[in-house]
């Protein structure tokens, strides 16, 4: 072994790493020795007397005692590991031993374990040892079929093992309460889940050799939060008790439970005080403990533990005034300490619970007890007095049968803790429902205090006393010192935090002085939470939690459980104490526990028999701080046996190593050192002199007595590197911690503090304070995860700050601009004075902080210098990244990524910089600036970046004696004079230099929305300065200040169109406005909104400043309490174009405006159906007013007048229709019915004559009776109410000549012409081509009008998802978007198909202007003649209108389409075509027929467009004029068509011939006898009542033409082929078809035809055939049936 050995110190220092060095003890002459392997070591572990490690490539070896290989070597040295082969092929990631047993686990998450297994510590039944790795299945029971848990982590005690799985719960196998399982069966050999932490994010498992450690993330804010319960949930009583005794009130929450743990939903633990017969027991904090002794053996005894979220005890007397106890070694302590109360005593039964009995019997003898009478008055009768040695007796001698010699202090800290630990701790817990002060003045106004001794002797003597009750009476004291309150802060923070986990910093309180405790007294302010609750949100899981809390459980003799008493704990409890400190690591010894956290300090508990706590402070069952000298920073330990070991940084980066615990001498390394020997132990960490040549070493073990380094030899630098980085990183999270904790802290908790500083400024410091804290945190998670990382892999590829710097550059920004918000708002210098009356005249602790060294520094820069001093870290970042890069190639992507990373922070803190300039030039000018101005003008935010006190900036045209001050703020160029300023926002600022060739001023030209001004500089440069200066913080303000690298790669200027809000002070259109949206050259220009004060609203687009194009307004009302809503388009800032507009009266207009008039066509419609007078108008308007042909349906009268209005009355003539049937035309007047009229009644009594009001006859006239008779002569008075006749009465002869029958009167004459009609909606379709007037204007121009309004049309439809157009109509506007190529050019027959199917889709899409066009005419058809207009007297005026229509919009199709032939027209027919010239004749131009008309006409073209539209209203009109001739053509078409089909036939007169034979029913022929019916020319006859179901007269006549030749081919059928009709043949069997085909309006369907017919058709064959029909209908009615 000798040979192998090689000291470390001669190490060559040739690059290695993963190097392993193993020693044992303290002294001097120890050397470590290097274990050579072929492989680095990634991870050892030792157990009692042997040790496993882990290498790269994932091979296991071990070395040391191994008596479970029975046939193998059984020792080997720790020189020469030996390879476990059985592991060969696996591919181990880390590995764990206990005292007696190893484990390894797999990258897949599998676990194999090997060694001692009497205990069922390696999980395999059965086997006493395992000789070799086993693999170990760690099953989820609970999943069907049951699923294999993949493990994160091992740890190995001595008689068990803790999993963590990937779900982040821990698995337990083995025996002992240190299990944590719900079992009193051992050993368990299949691992099972701790129940207890289930729900909890469990971190990291340690194992000591009875009990074991988790370190567990704390629960969310939220869920911590949550009330109370305030009964338990297993036996249902309650956990919070109100004793009213003579003198005061008990509160008690020491609720015993039966059932012993009970299981809270997030799977915190509830243990009932004792589940086995308990020697101590409390019914409430001021009763004494009692104890009962028994001889029985001894057992596992669960503690009897009270549990509160609150750490800190306190008392709160009548004054308010809050006493707390201070410890002897606060700092030792810790500022939080859990309660646990009660000793666990020895059980009588083998069942570890107590029977009902017992616990009855128990409760009973304390409620007789009156002891807490006593305690109670002792406790009131103050602090300083010391009681008397048989008062203490009386307190315990019915419960302790030896008391302790109790010195004063003792006495006195035993009863002040009491009262604070009773009172505070457990009241504290329903704090939130009572105010305690108020309940204890409420019942008893003259106590002083609140009583409660919790019962204990304190007080303690080191070291262990043999032997039954003294033994209890150690852990009594040892569990009463654990129960003093160690928190001296400020209680005040404790309420602001509430329920929520502790938000307080570590270590802060405990250096607090004595004199912030008298402040207690002071009224409540809300603190700021200076740790961040959940970490930062964005470092999310990238880094590790800082919000830990240490779970203990298992054996608790030697105090290693850290609860404050010996007792043992059988299920996981969280040590309370530890919960704020942020602890990073956990590791156990034998019988001792360590917790490391992130500010690098050591808290240990447990056995100190050799001193392995690193202190010697007492009692060691709370952790405590080990004891270091000041700059050392601790980053790993190791625990063995009765030994620590501790991996820290000093003053250098090279790590060094502290050993604390048992000497082992040379030659006697097996055998304890007896205790009592001189330095067998010690008494604080020494340093182990050989760790400078060891390298640089990642990690350290330790176990049995052993001790193991790992360490890297700097590989081209690249291991001191990473070392420096992850220490400095440690290093700068102490300094923050201790500004935040010894600075920030205290000044936040000033009481003069919000006086000082006033509101605003206490906001931002109170901004400040969070960012502060943020930034700590960061580093905090920061320095954990670097050191983590140096553990581990030691690579720099996962540094968080290089794959995710921005959450770093992030928060150094936030910070960086609230250090500087404040400092601009002169806090620091507020700040001063509170400062100096809380650090003194001589600010060492400040001065040292903040690293400075002057002499005689005001205390309001040391604060400036103190809170900038963590941007300097940024620089530390770029150099050490830089120094990592230097390890690498220039070339390789390595180098590259730190490379960038180390330019990101450098660049930072170079911004950084300047704004901290920024900051410090803004606050000196307020100070030098007028008084009056700062307190208008000063704003955290603003920062001045320059100002023209020099003169350098004047006004142009400026008066003799006027003062202009310019200052060039961040966000806004403020213009000063005496007394006034004006601020111009830098967002709608435009400024551009003025050229100097002519002038030879040096002059810039500043516009904002309201002013334009010229600035003259002195000199070119100063011209430039100024010019570059404002352009740059434009730019700024416009893309978010505080973007990083500010005046580097800038544009030259901002861009001129911009987005910006601006609130109009001047302009009288738009005073106090508020613009939002697109600017152009100081002109809102483009989309935007503009809110004006009284409420009214714009959306939409702008030009220049005023609106412009597509827009929304809305204005209330003044009188009610709604809204005018205007939706459409405007023009230079007016409502012109088309548009909607809502009144608030209800009222709607939809049509057109002109300089926010209603001027054009428009609608109009006023009220609701139920409302007092709804009425609708459609028509034109002029200047607001009708004006103009117009429709006005008065709902209320049942009147609807068509014609002519001036100035909104009906002026002109007209026609007058009503619900009864009344007809009226001829002239109006003011109004009135005044002038010549017609005036028809429903049963055609006719005047004809003067009329002087509304249905008022005045004057000459003729009255016409429906029999003929009329009367002429003078008429007054109204119709229908008795009319005075002067005038002769006539009676035609019966013989007058026919002449004189023909008096019936011509309706239309005296109604307005139809081509008068709608002439406004014609005016603005060409309007819209760009036309002045009909037919002027060019036809280029048209088209790309056209072109226009359907893009911009088919865009603001894409813009507003509520105006989504579908596919098709997308299509169908993408295709009418290209102008036609067939306007222009000779008409061919195939250009005037391609210009029919253009006009077809140009009149289905409104956006085009025809569409439009076709739109409106059928809204103004339909509105005239649909409800009251359906009167038949006003057929013709409707036929005429669509005359006049198709007239007016062919104008508009040639006018688009210039070749096309006029009216009749002809289009030359394609010579090529032969078969074209057969057919001469016109029938075909109607739309379905396969070769169009050769003659052009409108009705061909445009009708198959129009008249479907309006066909309805149309229709019904020709009903009800051909209404009796239909009814009596019906009822004979109902009678002659009850004879069958051969009767029929014969009865009409068709020939025998064309008679069917037989007939196809169903595809089979029929015979056609006698009594057939509708068999007989069916299909004819099918075809024929089609004409019902088509609506352009070509359509109808093409149906009548497929009639007659299906006719034809029924008969041919029967015929020679060369057969031809006659008319005499064809008329009777045409005649049976119609009459078969039961068509009930056929008159007006003949009627129609006959109206609208095209011209050229009229003679042809087609017309003919319509004769042929028009005389079966004729026939039909005056068909005399025998």
């Given at each position: 072994?000798e040979s192998?050995r090689?000291?470390s110190?001669?190490?060559?220092?040739?690059?290695?790493?993963g190097?392993?060095?193993?020693?044992?003890?303290y002294s001097?002459s120890?050397t470590?020795?290097r274990?050579?392997?072929?492989?680095?070591?990634?991870q050892a572990?030792l157990?009692t007397?042997h040790?496993?490690?882990?290498?790269?490539?994932?091979?296991?070896y071990?070395?040391g005692?191994?008596?479970w290989?029975?046939?193998?070597?059984?020792?080997v040295?720790?020189l020469k590991p030996v390879l476990?082969?059985?592991?060969?092929?696996?591919?181990?990631v880390?590995?764990?031993?206990?005292?007696?047993h190893?484990g390894?686990?797999?990258?897949d998450?599998?676990?194999?374990?090997w060694?001692e297994n009497?205990?069922?510590?390696?999980?395999?039944?059965?086997?006493?040892?395992?000789?070799?790795?086993?693999?170990v299945?760690?099953m989820?029971?609970?999943?069907?079929p049951?699923h294999?848990?993949?493990?994160?982590?091992?740890?190995?005690g001595?008689?068990?093992?803790l999993?963590l799985?990937a779900?982040?719960?821990?698995w337990?196998?083995?025996?002992g309460c240190?299990?944590?399982l719900?079992?009193?069966?051992f050993p368990?050999w299949?691992p099972q889940?701790v129940?207890?932490?289930v729900?909890?994010h469990v971190?990291?498992v340690?194992?000591?050799?009875?009990h074991?450690l988790a370190?567990?993330r704390c629960?969310?804010?939220?869920?911590?939060?949550?009330?109370?319960p305030d009964k338990c949930g297993?036996?249902n009583?309650?956990?919070?008790?109100?004793t009213?005794?003579?003198?005061?009130?008990?509160?008690s929450?020491?609720?015993?439970?039966?059932l012993g743990v009970e299981?809270?939903?997030?799977?915190e633990?509830?243990?009932?005080?004792g589940?086995?017969?308990p020697?101590?027991?409390q019914?409430?904090p001021?009763?004494?403990?009692?104890?009962?002794?028994?001889?029985s053996?001894?057992?596992?005894h669960p503690?009897?533990t009270e549990?509160?979220d609150y750490?800190r005890?306190?008392?709160?007397?009548q004054?308010?005034?809050?006493?707390t106890?201070?410890?002897t070694?606060i700092s030792?302590?810790?500022?939080?300490s859990?309660?646990a109360v009660?000793?666990?005593?020895a059980?009588?039964?083998?069942?570890p619970y107590?029977?009902?009995?017992?616990?009855?019997?128990y409760?009973?003898?304390l409620?007789?007890t009156?002891l807490?009478e006593e305690t109670?008055?002792m406790?009131?009768?103050?602090?300083?007095?010391?009681p008397?040695?048989?008062?203490l007796?009386?307190?315990t001698s019915?419960?302790?049968?030896?008391?302790?010699p109790?010195?004063?202090?003792?006495?006195?800290?035993?009863?002040v803790?009491s009262?604070?630990s009773?009172?505070?701790?457990?009241?504290?817990?329903?704090?939130?429902?009572?105010?305690?002060k108020k309940m204890?003045?409420?019942?008893y106004?003259?106590?002083?205090g609140?009583?409660g001794?919790?019962?204990?002797?304190?007080?303690g003597?080191?070291g262990?006393f043999p032997?039954g009750?003294?033994e209890e009476?150690v852990?009594?004291e040892?569990?009463?010192?654990g129960k003093k309150?160690?928190?001296?802060g400020d209680?005040?923070e404790?309420?602001?935090e509430g329920?929520?986990?502790?938000l307080s910093?570590?270590?802060l309180?405990?250096?607090?002085s004595?004199?912030?405790l008298r402040?207690?007294?002071?009224?409540?302010?809300?603190?700021v939470?200076l740790t961040p609750?959940?970490?930062l949100?964005e470092?999310?899981e990238?880094l590790?939690?800082?919000?830990t809390?240490?779970w203990?459980?298992?054996r608790?003799?030697?105090?290693?459980l850290?609860h404050?008493d010996?007792?043992p704990?059988l299920?996981p409890?969280?040590?309370?104490c530890?919960s704020?400190k942020e602890?990073?690591?956990?590791?156990?010894g034998?019988?001792?526990?360590?917790?490391l956290t992130?500010?690098?300090?050591?808290?240990?508990?447990g056995?100190n028999s050799?001193?392995?706590?690193?202190h010697?402070?007492s009692p060691t069952?709370?952790p405590?701080?080990?004891?270091?000298?000041?700059?050392?920073r601790v980053?790993?330990?190791?625990a063995g046996a009765q030994h620590?070991?501790?991996?820290?940084?000093?003053?250098?980066y090279?790590?060094?190593?502290y050993?604390?615990g048992?000497?082992?001498r040379e030659?006697a390394?097996?055998a304890?050192?007896?205790?009592?020997?001189?330095y067998?132990?010690?008494?604080?960490?020494?340093?182990?002199?050989?760790c400078m040549?060891l390298?640089y070493?990642?990690?350290v073990?330790a176990g049995g007595?052993?001790?193991?380094?790992?360490a890297?030899?700097?590989?081209?630098g690249?291991?001191a590197?990473l070392?420096e980085l992850?220490a400095a990183?440690?290093?700068?999270?102490?300094?923050?911690?201790?500004?935040?904790?010894?600075?920030?802290?205290?000044?936040?908790d000033l009481e003069?503090l919000?006086t000082?500083?006033?509101?605003a400024?206490?906001?931002?410091l109170?901004?400040?304070a969070?960012?502060y804290?943020?930034?700590?945190?960061?580093?905090?998670?920061?320095s954990?995860?670097?050191?983590?990382n140096?553990?581990?892999r030691?690579?720099?590829?996962s540094?968080v700050?290089?794959?995710?710097?921005s959450?770093f550059?992030d928060?150094?920004?936030e910070?960086?601009?609230?250090v500087?918000?404040?400092?601009v708002?002169?806090?620091?210098?507020?700040l001063a004075?509170?400062?100096?009356?809380?650090?003194g005249?001589?600010?060492?602790l400040l001065?040292?902080?903040?690293?400075s060294?002057e002499?005689?520094i005001?205390l309001s820069?040391?604060?400036?210098?103190?809170?900038y001093?963590?941007?300097?870290h940024l620089h530390?970042?770029g150099r050490?990244?830089?120094k990592?890069g230097t390890?690498f190639?220039?070339?390789?992507?390595?180098?590259q990524k730190?490379?960038?990373g180390?330019?990101?922070f450098?660049?930072?803190?170079l911004?950084?910089k300047r704004?901290?300039?920024?900051a410090?030039?803004?606050y000196?000018?307020?100070?030098?600036f007028?008084?009056?101005m700062?307190?208008?003008?000063?704003?955290?935010?603003?920062r001045?970046?320059c100002?023209?006190s020099n003169?350098?900036?004047?006004?142009?045209?400026?008066?003799?004696?006027?003062?202009?001050?310019f200052i060039?703020f961040n966000?806004?160029?403020v213009h000063?004079q005496f007394?006034?300023?004006?601020?111009f926002?830098?967002a709608?600022?435009?400024?551009?230099p003025?050229?100097e060739?002519n002038?030879?001023?040096?002059g810039?030209?500043?516009?904002s929305?309201?002013?334009?001004?010229?600035?003259?500089a002195?000199?070119?440069?100063?011209k430039?300065?100024?010019?570059r200066?404002?352009?740059?913080?434009?730019d700024?303000?416009?893309?978010g200040a505080?973007?990083?690298?500010s005046?580097?790669?800038?544009?030259?200027?901002?861009p001129i169109s911009r987005?910006?809000?601006?609130?109009?002070?001047?302009?009288?259109?738009?005073?106090?406005?508020?613009?939002?949206g697109?600017w152009?050259?100081g002109?809102?220009n483009?989309?935007?909104m503009?809110?004006?004060?009284d409420?009214r609203?714009?959306?939409?687009?702008?030009k220049?400043?005023?609106?412009?194009?597509f827009?929304?307004?809305?204005?209330?009302?003044?009188?009610?309490?709604?809204?005018?809503?205007?939706?459409?388009?405007w023009?230079?800032?007016k409502?012109h174009?088309?548009g909607?507009?809502?009144?608030?009266?209800?009222?709607?207009?939809?049509?057109?405006?002109?300089d926010n008039?209603?001027h054009?066509?428009?609608?109009?419609?006023?009220?609701?159906?139920?409302s007092?007078?709804?009425s609708v108008f459609?028509g034109?308007?002029v200047?607001d007013?009708?004006?103009?042909y117009g429709?006005f349906d008065?709902i209320?009268?049942g009147e609807?007048?068509?014609?002519?209005w001036?100035?909104?009355q009906?002026q002109?003539?007209g026609?007058?229709v009503?619900?009864?049937?009344?007809?009226?035309?001829?002239?109006?007047?003011?109004n009135?019915?005044?002038?010549?009229?017609v005036?028809l009644?429903?049963?055609?009594?006719?005047?004809?004559?003067e009329?002087?009001?509304?249905w008022?006859l005045n004057g000459?006239?003729?009255?016409?009776?429906p029999?003929?008779?009329?009367?002429?002569?003078?008429?007054?008075?109204?119709?229908?109410s008795?009319?005075?006749?002067?005038?002769s009465?006539f009676k035609?002869?019966?013989y007058d000549?026919?002449?004189?029958?023909?008096?019936?009167v011509k309706?239309?004459r005296?109604?307005?012409?139809p081509?008068e009609?709608w002439r406004?909606v014609?005016?603005?379709?060409?309007?819209?081509l760009?036309c002045?007037?009909?037919g002027q204007?060019?036809?280029?121009?048209?088209?790309e009008?056209?072109?226009?309004a359907?893009?911009?049309s088919?865009?603001?439809?894409?813009?507003?998802p509520?105006?989504n157009?579908?596919?098709?109509q997308?299509?169908?506007?993408e295709?009418?978007?290209?102008?036609p190529?067939q306007h222009?050019g000779?008409?061919?027959m195939?250009?005037?198909?391609?210009?029919?199917?253009?006009?077809?889709?140009?009149?289905d899409t409104?956006l085009h202007?025809?569409g439009?066009?076709?739109e409106?005419?059928v809204?103004?058809y339909?509105m005239?003649y649909v409800?009251?207009g359906?009167?038949?007297?006003l057929l013709?005026?409707?036929?005429?209108?669509?005359?006049?229509?198709?007239a007016?919009?062919?104008?508009?199709?040639r006018?688009l389409?210039?070749?096309?032939?006029?009216e009749?027209?002809?289009?030359p027919?394609?010579?090529?075509d032969?078969q074209?010239?057969?057919d001469?004749?016109?029938?075909?131009t109607?739309?379905?027929?396969?070769?169009?008309?050769?003659?052009v006409?409108s009705s061909a073209l445009l009708l198959?467009v129009?008249?479907p539209?309006?066909y309805?209203?149309?229709f019904t009109l020709y009903a009800?004029?051909?209404?009796?001739?239909d009814?009596?053509?019906w009822?004979?078409v109902?009678?002659?068509?009850?004879?069958p089909?051969?009767?029929l036939?014969?009865?009409l007169g068709v020939q025998h011939?064309?008679?069917s034979?037989?007939v196809p029913v169903?595809?089979e022929?029929?015979e056609v006898?006698?009594?057939?019916?509708?068999?007989?020319?069916?299909?004819?006859?099918?075809t024929?009542q089609?004409?019902?179901?088509?609506?352009?007269?070509?359509?109808?006549l093409q149906?009548?033409?497929l009639?007659?030749?299906e006719?034809?081919?029924?008969v041919?059928s029967?015929?020679?082929d060369?057969f031809l009709?006659s008319m005499?043949?064809?008329f009777?069997?045409?005649?049976?078809v119609v009459?078969r085909?039961r068509i009930?309006?056929?008159?007006?369907e003949?009627s129609l035809?006959e109206?609208?017919?095209d011209p050229c058709?009229?003679?042809?064959?087609?017309g003919?055939m319509f004769t042929?029909l028009?005389?079966?209908?004729?026939?039909?009615?005056?068909e005399?049936?025998?």
């Amino acid at each position: 072994m000798e040979s192998q050995r090689k000291s470390s110190g001669e190490e060559d220092s040739s690059g290695e790493r993963g190097l392993l060095h193993t020693w044992k003890g303290y002294s001097y002459s120890v050397t470590p020795e290097r274990v050579l392997l072929s492989r680095p070591v990634l991870q050892a572990a030792l157990g009692t007397r042997h040790g496993v490690l882990l290498v790269e490539g994932g091979q296991v070896y071990s070395f040391g005692e191994f008596p479970w290989k029975q046939s193998q070597v059984s020792e080997v040295g720790p020189l020469k590991p030996v390879l476990e082969s059985a592991l060969s092929g696996q591919r181990v990631v880390a590995v764990a031993a206990g005292s007696f047993h190893s484990g390894a686990l797999t990258e897949d998450g599998g676990v194999h374990m090997w060694g001692e297994n009497s205990f069922g510590q390696c999980g395999l039944s059965s086997l006493t040892v395992v000789p070799n790795p086993t693999p170990v299945a760690v099953m989820d029971p609970d999943t069907s079929p049951p699923h294999t848990i993949r493990v994160l982590e091992l740890a190995c005690g001595e008689q068990h093992s803790l999993a963590l799985s990937a779900q982040h719960e821990v698995w337990a196998w083995g025996s002992g309460c240190q299990l944590g399982l719900v079992t009193t069966v051992f050993p368990v050999w299949k691992p099972q889940k701790v129940e207890h932490l289930v729900g909890r994010h469990v971190l990291q498992v340690a194992c000591g050799a009875f009990h074991s450690l988790a370190l567990v993330r704390c629960l969310p804010p939220q869920e911590s939060r949550r009330p109370l319960p305030d009964k338990c949930g297993q036996c249902n009583q309650l956990l919070y008790t109100m004793t009213d005794k003579e003198d005061h009130v008990i509160i008690s929450d020491s609720h015993y439970c039966p059932l012993g743990v009970e299981l809270l939903a997030e799977g915190e633990a509830r243990l009932g005080p004792g589940r086995s017969p308990p020697l101590g027991l409390q019914s409430s904090p001021s009763e004494p403990l009692s104890s009962h002794t028994s001889d029985s053996a001894p057992g596992p005894h669960p503690s009897i533990t009270e549990h509160t979220d609150y750490e800190r005890g306190r008392t709160v007397a009548q004054n308010g005034e809050v006493l707390t106890t201070t410890d002897t070694d606060i700092s030792a302590a810790g500022t939080d300490s859990d309660r646990a109360v009660g000793v666990g005593g020895a059980g009588s039964r083998n069942s570890p619970y107590p029977d009902d009995q017992a616990v009855k019997e128990y409760l009973k003898k304390l409620s007789d007890t009156s002891l807490a009478e006593e305690t109670a008055k002792m406790t009131i009768a103050g602090a300083s007095f010391q009681p008397p040695a048989d008062s203490l007796d009386l307190l315990t001698s019915d419960l302790i049968p030896r008391v302790m010699p109790v010195t004063t202090s003792s006495a006195l800290n035993s009863l002040v803790s009491s009262c604070a630990s009773a009172v505070g701790e457990r009241v504290v817990s329903t704090y939130e429902a009572l105010s305690l002060k108020k309940m204890i003045n409420y019942y008893y106004p003259g106590v002083v205090g609140v009583a409660g001794v919790p019962g204990g002797i304190p007080g303690g003597v080191p070291g262990g006393f043999p032997g039954g009750p003294a033994e209890e009476r150690v852990r009594l004291e040892e569990s009463m010192q654990g129960k003093k309150s160690c928190s001296t802060g400020d209680i005040r923070e404790e309420e602001a935090e509430g329920l929520s986990r502790r938000l307080s910093l570590p270590g802060l309180l405990s250096q607090v002085s004595p004199r912030l405790l008298r402040r207690a007294s002071r009224p409540r302010v809300r603190a700021v939470p200076l740790t961040p609750v959940g970490g930062l949100p964005e470092a999310g899981e990238l880094l590790p939690s800082l919000q830990t809390e240490v779970w203990s459980w298992g054996r608790g003799e030697e105090g290693q459980l850290g609860h404050g008493d010996n007792l043992p704990r059988l299920q996981p409890l969280c040590i309370k104490c530890l919960s704020s400190k942020e602890v990073v690591l956990v590791a156990a010894g034998a019988h001792h526990s360590l917790a490391l956290t992130a500010q690098s300090q050591v808290f240990s508990w447990g056995s100190n028999s050799s001193g392995q706590l690193g202190h010697m402070a007492s009692p060691t069952t709370i952790p405590r701080l080990a004891t270091l000298s000041e700059g050392i920073r601790v980053w790993d330990v190791g625990a063995g046996a009765q030994h620590t070991l501790l991996l820290a940084d000093g003053d250098c980066y090279q790590p060094i190593l502290y050993y604390s615990g048992q000497q082992v001498r040379e030659g006697a390394q097996d055998a304890p050192q007896d205790q009592t020997e001189g330095y067998s132990y010690t008494q604080q960490p020494v340093l182990l002199p050989f760790c400078m040549n060891l390298g640089y070493v990642s990690g350290v073990f330790a176990g049995g007595q052993s001790c193991v380094a790992l360490a890297d030899r700097s590989v081209m630098g690249f291991s001191a590197s990473l070392h420096e980085l992850a220490a400095a990183e440690r290093k700068f999270y102490c300094k923050l911690s201790s500004v935040k904790n010894h600075i920030l802290r205290p000044l936040l908790d000033l009481e003069s503090l919000s006086t000082a500083l006033g509101l605003a400024s206490t906001v931002l410091l109170r901004s400040l304070a969070r960012c502060y804290s943020h930034l700590c945190h960061l580093t905090g998670q920061h320095s954990a995860s670097l050191t983590a990382n140096l553990r581990r892999r030691r690579e720099f590829k996962s540094l968080v700050m290089l794959e995710h710097a921005s959450i770093f550059l992030d928060t150094y920004n936030e910070y960086c601009c609230s250090v500087g918000n404040f400092l601009v708002m002169g806090g620091f210098q507020a700040l001063a004075k509170p400062s100096l009356e809380f650090f003194g005249k001589c600010p060492e602790l400040l001065q040292r902080l903040a690293e400075s060294s002057e002499e005689n520094i005001p205390l309001s820069d040391l604060l400036v210098t103190l809170f900038y001093l963590p941007m300097r870290h940024l620089h530390e970042y770029g150099r050490l990244l830089l120094k990592l890069g230097t390890c690498f190639e220039v070339s390789s992507v390595d180098y590259q990524k730190l490379q960038d990373g180390c330019s990101k922070f450098e660049a930072l803190a170079l911004h950084l910089k300047r704004r901290r300039k920024e900051a410090e030039y803004t606050y000196h000018f307020w100070k030098s600036f007028p008084g009056k101005m700062t307190d208008s003008l000063r704003n955290p935010r603003r920062r001045l970046i320059c100002e023209s006190s020099n003169k350098a900036l004047t006004l142009q045209n400026s008066g003799r004696f006027s003062v202009n001050w310019f200052i060039l703020f961040n966000d806004a160029l403020v213009h000063a004079q005496f007394s006034t300023h004006h601020v111009f926002p830098l967002a709608t600022l435009w400024v551009e230099p003025i050229p100097e060739e002519n002038t030879g001023l040096h002059g810039l030209k500043v516009i904002s929305p309201e002013e334009t001004f010229t600035l003259l500089a002195c000199s070119s440069m100063e011209k430039a300065k100024w010019l570059r200066s404002i352009n740059q913080a434009v730019d700024q303000a416009m893309s978010g200040a505080g973007q990083s690298g500010s005046g580097a790669g800038q544009r030259a200027e901002p861009p001129i169109s911009r987005t910006a809000s601006y609130t109009f002070y001047k302009d009288s259109r738009l005073k106090e406005a508020i613009y939002e949206g697109r600017w152009l050259a100081g002109k809102p220009n483009g989309r935007g909104m503009v809110k004006w004060l009284d409420g009214r609203i714009y959306t939409g687009t702008f030009k220049n400043g005023l609106e412009d194009g597509f827009g929304d307004y809305v204005m209330p009302s003044k009188t009610l309490n709604l809204n005018d809503h205007y939706q459409g388009h405007w023009k230079e800032g007016k409502m012109h174009g088309i548009g909607t507009y809502k009144y608030a009266t209800g009222e709607l207009y939809e049509g057109s405006f002109q300089d926010n008039m209603r001027h054009g066509h428009g609608m109009l419609r006023s009220g609701t159906l139920n409302s007092s007078s709804p009425s609708v108008f459609i028509g034109q308007w002029v200047h607001d007013k009708k004006t103009g042909y117009g429709v006005f349906d008065d709902i209320t009268r049942g009147e609807k007048y068509m014609g002519m209005w001036q100035d909104d009355q009906r002026q002109g003539t007209g026609v007058i229709v009503t619900q009864f049937g009344l007809y009226y035309e001829g002239a109006f007047n003011n109004n009135k019915m005044q002038g010549t009229g017609v005036l028809l009644s429903e049963d055609n009594t006719t005047y004809e004559g003067e009329f002087s009001e509304d249905w008022t006859l005045n004057g000459k006239g003729v009255l016409t009776m429906p029999n003929g008779d009329y009367f002429e002569g003078s008429f007054t008075g109204e119709w229908g109410s008795g009319l005075k006749v002067t005038g002769s009465f006539f009676k035609p002869n019966l013989y007058d000549s026919d002449g004189d029958k023909g008096r019936a009167v011509k309706l239309g004459r005296l109604a307005v012409r139809p081509e008068e009609k709608w002439r406004v909606v014609f005016e603005e379709c060409w309007m819209r081509l760009g036309c002045e007037a009909p037919g002027q204007g060019e036809n280029q121009r048209a088209w790309e009008n056209i072109a226009v309004a359907l893009t911009t049309s088919r865009r603001r439809h894409r813009d507003s998802p509520e105006m989504n157009l579908s596919r098709t109509q997308n299509r169908t506007l993408e295709s009418l978007e290209f102008i036609p190529q067939q306007h222009v050019g000779p008409v061919t027959m195939e250009k005037y198909d391609s210009i029919r199917r253009y006009l077809i889709k140009a009149c289905d899409t409104p956006l085009h202007p025809l569409g439009w066009l076709m739109e409106t005419l059928v809204a103004v058809y339909r509105m005239t003649y649909v409800g009251v207009g359906a009167n038949r007297r006003l057929l013709l005026q409707a036929v005429n209108e669509i005359m006049s229509y198709l007239a007016r919009i062919f104008q508009l199709v040639r006018f688009l389409f210039p070749d096309l032939p006029e009216e009749g027209g002809a289009i030359p027919e394609p010579s090529s075509d032969p078969q074209d010239k057969k057919d001469s004749n016109c029938a075909d131009t109607q739309l379905e027929s396969p070769k169009p008309g050769r003659v052009v006409s409108s009705s061909a073209l445009l009708l198959p467009v129009l008249l479907p539209r309006l066909y309805p209203p149309l229709f019904t009109l020709y009903a009800l004029e051909k209404e009796r001739e239909d009814d009596v053509y019906w009822e004979c078409v109902l009678r002659l068509n009850k004879q069958p089909d051969v009767a029929l036939l014969a009865f009409l007169g068709v020939q025998h011939r064309f008679h069917s034979v037989s007939v196809p029913v169903l595809g089979e022929k029929t015979e056609v006898v006698s009594s057939t019916k509708d068999a007989c020319f069916a299909s004819a006859t099918e075809t024929l009542q089609q004409i019902s179901t088509t609506f352009t007269p070509s359509d109808k006549l093409q149906v009548i033409q497929l009639t007659f030749e299906e006719i034809t081919k029924e008969v041919m059928s029967s015929l020679e082929d060369n057969f031809l009709w006659s008319m005499d043949d064809l008329f009777p069997v045409f005649l049976y078809v119609v009459l078969r085909a039961r068509i009930r309006n056929l008159g007006s369907e003949v009627s129609l035809i006959e109206d609208l017919m095209d011209p050229c058709v009229q003679h042809g064959e087609h017309g003919i055939m319509f004769t042929t029909l028009k005389a079966c209908y004729y026939q039909i009615q005056h068909e005399k049936t025998t």
